[in-house]
């Protein structure tokens, strides 16, 4: 397998190299990898076994990231690599996270490859998914690049799980953000995710105050784990104090899967109670996924409480927006919109890696 030259590592005294892309902080023997299985010491260096070397590419509605504020009702280029650098219990695409490139069908693809593919598609956007492309951080940043040098926007969907010494590169190019904030509890996140907490806030912050970046949050919901009201009120009331009330927040339905199988899948109500108790906490934009309910996934101005954009699953129809505005009452909706017709939910294989 080809080796792509890794940034972000130091050699320690004892000759072990000591990763600094994310807060893991893996030290490396030769010939090991580290938890995330793509990025490996090899020759006295470290290198990224993940640079191009991607597990498929679709066509997806921009809605599925989620993302409802960012150029609604557009298709865009979806993709990802294998392996991750959290170890969630109830991963919900674990056959690509937990996976080594070895057994993974994939072969070679160069960022301006996947422009080029984005671009035949009329894709708008290209979204690094599926797996925490964190850990292919220096790919990321080279296709995120060559989407800004052809006019297009490339959109990070992330746990957050990043260094404060990595994240300047990483999101330098990046249009916008999903970061699932994955509960509100350091309990949760050592014991489920074998990961912090803290530095995933950080990262939000960061976003918020320090880059243009376009962010918004998800909130899977497991029951009995992360689903208790007092703590969905106590990440409603942070995401307001610290990221500001504009801040689209998403609570989605956790479905049974990879090592969580005993749990049930997440009731809607579940998700409806969620998002009144933020919405009362005075955060302006909050949604229900993994449900159908047209009512918790459209978006709705702050001022008037007219419907500006409608969705029905990945149906969207921008009723009562003009010019990012609301056609009521002419209140901004937060976002970054677009003039291009909404298009049907309908996602597309493009079959290209074998």
Avoid at 113 to 140: H, K, Q
Avoid at 153 to 174: F, K, M, N, Q, S
Avoid at 252 to 272: G, I, N, V, W
């Amino acid at each position: 397998m080809e080796l792509h030259p890794a940034r972000w590592w130091n050699e320690e005294a004892d000759g072990r190299l000591l990763c600094t892309l994310c807060p893991r902080f893996c030290r490396l023997h030769e010939g090991q990898a580290g938890f995330c299985y793509i990025r490996k010491a090899e020759g006295g260096k470290m290198w990224s076994l993940g640079y191009g070397r991607t597990t498929g590419f679709a066509v997806d509605p921009v809605e599925k990231k989620p993302l409802n504020h960012f150029l609604p009702g557009t298709p865009i280029l979806s993709f990802g690599t294998a392996g991750c650098n959290l170890g969630c219990k109830f991963c919900q695409n674990w056959d690509i996270s937990k996976a080594r490139l070895d057994e993974e069908k994939s072969r070679p693809v160069s960022p301006r490859e996947v422009i080029e593919l984005a671009i035949r598609e009329g894709c708008p956007s290209v979204a690094m998914t599926y797996n925490d492309p964190v850990i292919w951080a220096e790919f990321a940043i080279d296709v995120a690049r060559e989407a800004k040098a052809h006019g297009l926007r490339a959109v990070l969907v992330t746990a957050g799980y990043v260094t404060a010494e990595a994240r300047p590169e990483l999101y330098a190019d990046i249009d916008a953000a999903n970061v699932d904030l994955k509960a509100f509890t350091e309990d949760f996140y050592k014991k489920i995710t074998f990961s912090e907490l803290a530095p995933v806030l950080e990262t939000l912050v960061w976003l918020r105050k320090e880059r243009r970046t376009w962010l918004e949050i998800t909130n899977l919901m497991i029951p009995g784990l992360n689903d208790d009201p007092a703590e969905t009120r106590k990440l409603a009331e942070w995401v307001g104090a610290e990221l500001g009330d504009d801040v689209p927040l998403h609570f989605t339905a956790f479905h049974p899967d990879f090592k969580m199988l005993d749990r049930p899948r997440t009731p809607s109500e579940t998700l409806t109670r969620a998002r009144a108790i933020a919405r009362e906490v005075g955060l302006k934009y909050v949604y229900t996924g993994n449900v159908h309910d047209p009512a918790g996934q459209t978006t709705f101005c702050p001022k008037c409480d007219a419907a500006v954009i409608s969705r029905d699953w990945y149906v969207v129809d921008p009723i009562g927006l003009s010019d990012g505005k609301c056609k009521s009452c002419g209140y901004t909706i937060a976002g970054v919109f677009t003039t291009a017709q909404p298009t049907l939910g309908r996602r597309k294989s493009l079959g290209l890696v074998y």
